[in-house]
């Protein structure tokens, strides 16, 4: 069974940072590529980030680019996103998801940011940022 479990999520200024990480098991992680989405209350779940399996390809939403850095440790099983500079509209519960298909080439053309190409998610962890 494939689990995934968000931590690092908290209350922090505007201007600030916060690191948050995600483990994985009950998956070969390092065939997987993984993402980061978030769902702010009242709208649907979007892309932030991905990462290839072996960290060759990173995509960041145009909102977040420059600010967030997704990056992963594979002898570790686990994927973390680097959130600096951030603003109150990146208030949302930020979920981590595997790819579904490993090693799957479709992830570089445009399956990195739909949600219907991940396969496993966490159960998320909130993110409030105050003005």
């Known amino acids: 069974q494939v689990q995934l479990v968000e931590s690092g999520g908290g209350l922090v200024q505007a201007g600030g940072s916060l690191r948050l990480s995600c483990a994985a098991s009950g998956r070969t992680f390092s065939s997987y590529a993984m993402g980061w989405f978030r769902q702010a209350p009242g709208k649907e779940r979007e892309f932030v980030a991905g990462i290839s399996w072996r960290c060759s390809g990173t995509y960041y939403a145009d909102s977040v680019q420059g600010r967030f850095t997704n990056s992963r440790d594979n002898s570790k099983n686990t994927v973390y996103l680097e959130m600096n500079s951030l603003k109150p509209e990146a208030t949302a519960v930020y979920y981590c998801?595997?790819?579904?298909?490993?090693?799957?080439?479709?992830?570089?053309?445009?399956?990195?940011?739909?949600?219907?190409?991940?396969?496993?998610w966490g159960q998320g962890t909130q993110v409030t940022v105050s003005s």
């Open positions: 998801a595997t790819y579904a298909t490993p090693g799957g080439l479709n992830f570089f053309r445009s399956g990195y940011a739909s949600r219907g190409q991940y396969d496993y």
